[in-house]
Antibody, heavy 124, light 108 residues
Framework: EVQLVESGGGLVKPGGSLRLSCVAS????????MSWVRQTPGKGLEWVGR??????????DYAAPVKGRFTISRDDSKNTLYLQMNSLTTEDTAVYYC???????????????WGQGSLVTVSS | EIVLTQSPGTLSLSPGERATLSCRAS???????LAWYQQKPGQAPRLLIY???RRATGIPDRISGSGSGTDFTLTISRLEPEDFAVYYC?????????FGQGTKVEIK
């Protein structure tokens, strides 16, 4: 059974940092592309970014609002995906989901499995 | 980026009725790279359909997807109690991946 379990969410002040983790099980994490998606009541679902498997280059891609502030990484030895979030603003307040990404021909992807979500609240 | 517009915003139907949800893209979603997700309150989205019409594992055949170009449809042929939820479309033809704003299917 595929499972994705996020952790690390919480309350952080504007300008602060937070790191989310997503532990995967039930599939070969090393071969998987992974994505982060966030959800707010006002903006709905918003793609945050994606990391390819190392065999496909291990490269990352980010949405414009988070580029330069957020970093996605992976530790295949721990079956764990990370989202390092710096310079947080109130606009980053959301539930953050990790998901296994399945790629189309052009490199963008859909998510066939999602974690349960981790709430990040940015507030003073 | 490709903007997805879903309609209607809310669909009020009774169990057993047919639900037809629309997703319109601002640009051609070539290769049919469109997915649909279902989300219930307090839960993560769940994949229903990918590649426009391929059902994900465990999805019943009363749920189907169709469309091409810029117009896509999710159809639930006979609504079951567990189908009342919010539905989102997502394109993966180009980065950034984008989602529609959602259609809520509620009990009439």
């Amino acid at each position: 059974e595929v499972q994705l379990v996020e952790s690390g969410g919480g309350l952080v002040k504007p300008g602060g940092s937070l790191r989310l983790s997503c532990v995967a099980s039930g599939f070969t994490f090393t071969n998987a592309w992974m994505s982060w998606v966030r959800q707010t009541p006002g903006k709905g679902l918003e793609w945050v970014g994606r990391i390819k498997s190392k065999i496909d280059g291990g490269t990352t891609d980010y949405a414009a609002p988070v580029k330069g502030r957020f970093t996605i990484s992976r530790d295949d030895s721990k079956n764990t995906l990370y989202l390092q979030m710096n310079s947080l603003t109130t606009e980053d307040t959301a539930v953050y989901y990790c998901g296994r990404a399945r790629s189309g021909f052009y490199g963008a992807a859909w998510l066939d499995y999602w974690g349960q979500g981790s709430l990040v609240t940015v507030s003073s | 980026e490709i903007v997805l517009t879903q309609s209607p915003g809310t669909l009020s139907l009774s169990p057993g009725e047919r639900a037809t949800l629309s997703c319109r893209a601002s640009q051609d979603v070539s290769s049919g790279y469109l997915a649909w997700y279902q989300q219930k309150p307090g839960q993560a989205p769940r994949l229903l359909i990918y590649d426009t019409s391929r059902r994900a594992t465990g999805i019943p055949d009363r749920i189907s997807g169709s469309g091409s170009g810029t117009d896509f449809t999710l159809t639930i042929s006979r609504l079951e109690p567990e189908d009342f939820a919010v539905y989102y479309c997502q394109q993966y033809r180009s980065s950034p991946e984008t989602f529609g704003q959602g259609t809520k299917v509620e009990i009439k």
